[in-house]
């Protein structure tokens, strides 16, 4: 096969480099690969196999014959190579490929059946429509049509890069899982006719909150695993991320898409703290804040910011970014802002309620009017169905009574708070826990 671009030389020392290019190069541009080829073939789920099919080339190619000058342009022109010969197989009539072949212009597959960039050819990259073909990417990724299992599973994969093994590692399912996902995700969106464009302005801001709840409940996984060794999953965690600032740098007069950047960067900011050298988890009293990423703080506030002066009020995203703000300004627990954090939990109650949020603000409540005050707040949520198998309630609840010297009580609550946990880290700060009130 002929390549599009010169390559570099290869000896058998760079051979596992070559491969982590591979790795390194889908990660970055996926998303623009993936956008560029579905523009280009007006289907989504093809273009997302084309770009899988480009990605297998590359792994067996580039090891073997050196990684090209331009590693992306590469990928997008076997993903294109491999558009027009579907499109040749499935009839010569199709008035789609004959479309294709009158734009690549005759004898405009070159050698090895690359296709050449003549002079009228349409270029890889279409500088004006990078931007656009990523958010409309995001947009059908996370279109309400999926569900949100499917949502997660399809951003992982074509916005994020993330192979089917990773996805499932990153949330503990089988591999077929997420394959089966994905399969059923691009069925949906197929059937659904869903068009490769950005939805008309009215629409954005239903569809917007899909896209941004997927990006959240990404970062979320990652910053607090719900199950496995790991308090934090750090790469999951970048991932959502490295999302939530495309996005902004697509969107940056949306005052959600900024206050959800400035809450993932702020309560990142903590994570070199979080946890020991042995990896088991720190309380926020026992943090030491010098370990905070201050360069991530300043990100989170710069992007909180600029969700405020845009004027609309804070969003819910918004406003859980302020209150991380507020401990991320404060030298310590003690000096921390607890009654500005119970005003911003009140009125992220009223604009998003549910219990964990009733249940966050009753910690909040604790720190600022005392574990008495705060325990009112959580026995109204013991009825609460949605919290009924989660660890988060007695955790807490335990933590309240032994603050107020109910020992028995308390030591009732962390027990089922430890077989309610599903994440080892967390089950062993709770053991400790208990085992402190023993002694």
């Excluded at 869903?194 to 239903?206: M, Y």
């Excluded at 702020?266 to 201050?294: C, I, K, M, Y």
């Excluded at 360069?295 to 405020?308: K, N, P, S």
Aim: aromatic share 4%; proline share 5%.
């Amino acid at each position: 096969m002929t390549e599009p671009t010169e390559r570099q030389a290869l000896s058998p020392a760079t051979v596992p480099a070559d491969r982590e290019v591979v790795a390194a190069v889908w990660r970055i541009e996926s998303a623009r690969i993936v956008g560029a080829l579905a523009r280009y073939t007006g289907d989504f789920a093809m273009a997302e196999d084309l770009a899988q099919e480009a990605l297998a080339e590359a792994l067996v190619g580039w090891p073997r014959d050196g990684v090209p000058r331009n590693p992306a342009g590469w990928l997008l022109t076997v993903g294109r190579r491999r558009a027009v010969d579907a499109f040749r197989r499935r009839a010569m009539r199709d008035d789609r490929y004959s479309a294709l072949a009158r734009d690549l212009g005759e004898g405009g597959v070159a050698a090895g059946g690359m296709p050449a960039e003549s002079a009228g050819a349409e270029p890889l990259w279409d500088p004006d429509q990078i931007d656009d073909d990523t958010l409309a990417l995001m947009f059908i990724s996370c279109h309400p049509v999926l569900s949100r299992e499917a949502r997660i599973a399809l951003t992982l994969r074509v916005v994020a890069g993330l192979s089917s093994d990773e996805i499932a590692k990153a949330f503990l399912v089988p591999t077929a899982t997420v394959q089966a996902r994905i399969t059923r995700a691009k069925k949906t969106l197929a059937a659904a006719r869903i068009p490769f464009e950005l939805p008309p302005v009215e629409e954005r801001a239903q569809r917007l909150g899909s896209v941004l709840s997927a990006i959240y409940v990404i970062f979320t996984e990652g910053s607090s695993a719900t199950s496995g060794d790991d308090l934090i999953r750090l790469d999951l965690a970048a991932e959502a991320q490295r999302l939530a600032r495309v996005l902004a740098r697509l969107m940056p007069a949306e005052p959600d898409v900024l206050g959800l950047l400035a809450l993932l960067e702020l309560t990142a900011a903590r994570f070199p703290a979080r946890t020991d050298s042995h990896g088991r988890p720190v309380l926020l009293e026992h943090q030491n804040r010098l370990r905070w990423d201050r360069a991530a703080i300043r990100r989170g506030r710069a992007a909180l910011d600029g969700a405020t002066r845009i004027g609309r009020g804070l969003g819910a995203y918004g406003l859980q970014a302020a209150i991380a703000e507020c401990h991320a300004v404060a030298a310590s627990v003690d000096t921390t802002d607890w009654d500005r954090i119970v005003l911003l939990y009140e009125a992220l109650g009223r604009l998003a309620p549910s219990p964990v949020v009733e249940l966050n603000r009753a910690v909040a409540v604790s720190m600022a009017s005392g574990p008495a005050a705060a325990l009112r707040i959580v026995d109204e949520l013991r009825t609460d169905a949605a919290l009924s198998n989660s660890h988060l309630l007695p955790s807490v609840r335990g933590e309240l009574l032994t603050r107020l010297g109910r020992v028995a009580e308390a030591r009732s609550e962390l027990e089922l708070a430890i077989r309610l946990c599903g994440n080892q880290s967390e089950h062993t700060l709770l053991e400790g826990k208990l085992a402190n009130l023993n002694r």
